[in-house]
């Protein structure tokens, strides 16, 4: 089931950020970001919380900020039904445009985003604090 994230998720979120990705994981400040106008934070859980996501839709285009999936219940198509929900979403609220920075190394991430039709824009040096990342972006219209 996939579900607006409410407050008491934060701590989850931020703990399963960082295990994911250590140096570079959002802070506090940053969690609480997820409840500002034009945002739009997911949480699939089943029984308890498996993954997360995140897009903020504020400004001329979607920009998906994160998707984050338990180890244990990676490569089971959360992040796919995530990012589907936040793609169905930017498209009503009339959003034209996606656009996304992941690191180049990692594969899984890559590959989801290539399978829902994103294309590398660009590649940002030193984006993460030990790695590179793609900006890619996906034509959310036709």
Same mark, same amino acid.
């Given at each position: 089931?996939?579900?607006?994230?409410?407050?008491?998720?934060?701590?989850?979120?931020?703990?399963?950020?960082?295990?994911?990705?250590?140096? $570079?994981?959002?802070?506090?400040?940053?969690?609480?970001?997820?409840?500002?106008?034009?945002?739009?934070?997911?949480?699939?859980?089943?029984? =308890?919380?498996?993954?997360?996501?995140?897009?903020?839709?504020?400004?001329?285009? $979607?920009?998906?900020?994160?998707?984050?999936?338990?180890?244990?219940?990676?490569?089971?198509?959360?992040g796919s039904a995530l990012l589907s929900s936040l793609l169905s979403s930017a498209r009503g609220m009339?959003?034209?445009?996606?656009?996304?920075?992941?690191?180049?190394?990692?594969?899984?991430?890559?590959?989801? #985003? =290539?399978?829902?039709?994103?294309?590398?824009?660009?590649?940002?040096?030193? #984006?993460?604090?030990? #790695?590179? $990342?793609?900006?890619?972006? =996906?034509?959310?219209?036709?």
């Amino acid at each position: 089931m996939i579900r607006g994230m409410e407050r008491r998720d934060l701590a989850w979120a931020r703990d399963l950020d960082f295990r994911l990705f250590s140096e $570079a994981s959002w802070g506090e400040e940053e969690m609480e970001e997820a409840f500002r106008p034009g945002r739009r934070f997911l949480v699939e859980e089943e029984k =308890k919380p498996r993954a997360w996501a995140g897009m903020d839709a504020s400004g001329a285009f $979607a920009h998906i900020l994160s998707i984050d999936v338990e180890p244990s219940f990676q490569g089971k198509g959360l992040g796919s039904a995530l990012l589907s929900s936040l793609l169905s979403s930017a498209r009503g609220m009339g959003k034209g445009k996606c656009v996304l920075e992941v690191s180049c190394k990692n594969s899984p991430a890559l590959g989801l #985003y =290539k399978k829902f039709g994103f294309k590398t824009r660009e590649k940002i040096e030193g #984006y993460y604090p030990s #790695y590179d $990342a793609f900006v890619m972006e =996906k034509d959310l219209e036709g």
